[in-house]
């Protein structure tokens, strides 16, 4: 590659991170936070117009196998990997075929010499739980999603032990978006209401969760890049678990809807838990910083 100067490190001042799924639900997001900290961000994705114009473009094929592929990013110095196919749709084979696509990008980039990699994981790795998720918490997968980022989770310690480098894995819980681009529950509320509708059916409501809005969940995904002391399973989370009631009578409130919740409606599902949230002492220590 081209000659570089030897960059004088003050804090994150020039750590370069590369973004795959820069242009994703989340990626975008995160790509402006990381920025906002002073990162030099290259952002990955197969499609990239709503990605905030700071960021590098780069055209890459994450999945071709190549072995030169930390090569071809440009050898930044943390790569954050959230390219999925199919997030929103759990049961998907898609999840399973990609897998070793997944797998065979992380060994390749460590094998390449990255000594920082982040990934994104998800609460759904859990399964069914009751209580605060820590890092030690056993993991009983239920979807094909929950099994395969699961299975790519255990893959990539094994990886980054391999290759004695650091690994992230960021574990995000309930995300509350500000648009119409996710396929949550709120999303499906905004909907209803720019259709006209004044009521929209709904379970009791009284399950807990862990809620974070997509800023934030940004933020704290942009703190833990920015640093290399806090690894392994981290939680995106605020820690506070909060009813689906009550969070979304709060949404319907924020976004001025005139929309009026069916309680009982729809039956609560058996597998679904009372009360799920993440332990967040490792996010907070990382913010505290």
Sequence with gaps: GPFRLPLLRSGSMGKTVLVTGAGGYIGRHVVTALLD??????AVDLR???VDERATRLSVDLFSGDTDIY???????TVLHMAWRDGFKHASPAHIEDLFKHYQLIENLYAGGLKQLAVMGTMHEVGYWEGAITEDTPCNPASLYGISKNALREMAFLSARAHESQLQWIRAYYIVGDDMFGSSIFSKLLEAAGAGRETFPFTTGRNKYDFISIGELAQQISAILDQDEVNGIINACTGEPVSLAERVERYIEDNHLNITLEYGAFPDRPYDSPGVWGDPSKIREILAR
Excluded at 37 to 42: A, D, H, Q, Y
Excluded at 71 to 77: A, L, S, W, Y
């Design 71 to 77: 090569e071809q990013m440009g050898r930044p110095d």
């Design 37 to 42: 900290r002073g990162l030099e961000v290259t």
């Design 48 to 50: 990239l117009d709503s």
